[in-house]
């Protein structure tokens, strides 16, 4: 389409792929790419890293980049999945001015919907109408896919609204959260110190570790700390990397410095939590 990489849309069956591998999608992760797959029938289960979740229809399954992800799907399941650059996703949430629509495209979830719903049925007519476009001559091609797409980023920000309503101050404090989270992302392999965030935020220790225990009810350098034992678990299961070149990629000075910090966070060591779950 127009613009290249830079507003790369896709829509596609959820069927097209997968009933050949007998509906299951094994661990990957796509490094720029969002995706967001609306499932109309069927249920299944989707693993987020290393944790799990049950759908069943409706639901819509957000995916964001570089999360490793796999589907299983119960036979003859139905629905579609849309991808969208990352880029693209950035540039239509500011268009939308709408903050808390760029935290929940941040988290891998799934947002159950109501059967029969209004929502569902635009996010479906929404789904038809980018399909649709894409295949059409590319007059007008960018406006009308982008109204598309974002009449299903209001359906996500309205389900934001329809949780519990929080307070001026709670809300500044998943602000500053979400900024933590956003430098976590970009620094976590230097192991930078909770005083350095803060200074990144131009707030206090204090402040910065009172708004991550009120949202993520976890200091901020236990997030810092997950983050990073996330990384080495991804490392060891979907790369080539030895334990020694884990340990250096992620910032320490030694690989029996990240052998502790491993078994002190998972329980077992970097060798036996790969052994075990890739034999």
Request: aromatic residues 10%.
């Amino acid at each position: 389409m127009p613009g290249g990489e830079f507003r790369f849309v896709h829509v596609e069956k959820v069927s097209t792929r997968i009933r050949k591998y007998n509906w299951e999608l094994f661990p990957h992760r796509h490094r720029d790419l969002f995706q967001a797959v609306l499932v109309e029938s069927g249920q299944g289960h989707v693993s987020f890293d290393l944790w799990e979740e049950a759908f069943h229809f409706p639901a819509l399954v957000l995916v964001p980049s570089l999360v490793v992800h796999s589907f299983r799907y119960a036979p003859r399941s139905s629905g579609r999945v849309l991808t969208l650059s990352d880029a693209y996703v950035r540039e239509l949430v500011k268009f939308t001015d709408e903050p808390v629509l760029e935290s929940m495209l941040g988290r891998p979830q799934v947002v159950s919907l109501e059967a029969g719903s209004a929502a569902l049925r635009e996010i479906g007519a929404a789904l038809d109408a980018i399909a649709e476009r894409l295949a059409a001559a590319p007059q007008g091609r960018g406006a009308m896919l982008s109204a598309s797409v974002l009449s299903i980023f209001g359906h996500i920000t309205q389900h934001c609204r329809d949780l519990p309503v929080q307070g001026p101050e709670m809300l500044r404090r998943r602000y500053l959260y979400d900024q933590f989270r956003a430098l976590l992302e970009q620094h976590f392999r230097e192991q930078l110190s909770v005083a350095r965030y803060a200074a990144m935020l131009a707030v206090t220790e204090r402040t910065l570790h009172r708004a991550c225990r009120e949202v993520a009810g976890e200091p901020p350098l236990k997030i810092a700390h997950r983050r990073l034992v996330l990384e080495a678990q991804r490392l060891l299961l979907y790369s080539a990397m030895t334990v020694g070149e884990v340990s250096y990629h992620l910032g320490f000075k030694d690989p029996s410095n990240f052998s502790r910090f491993f078994v002190e966070h998972v329980g077992e060591s970097p060798i036996m939590f790969r052994r075990a779950r890739l034999g």
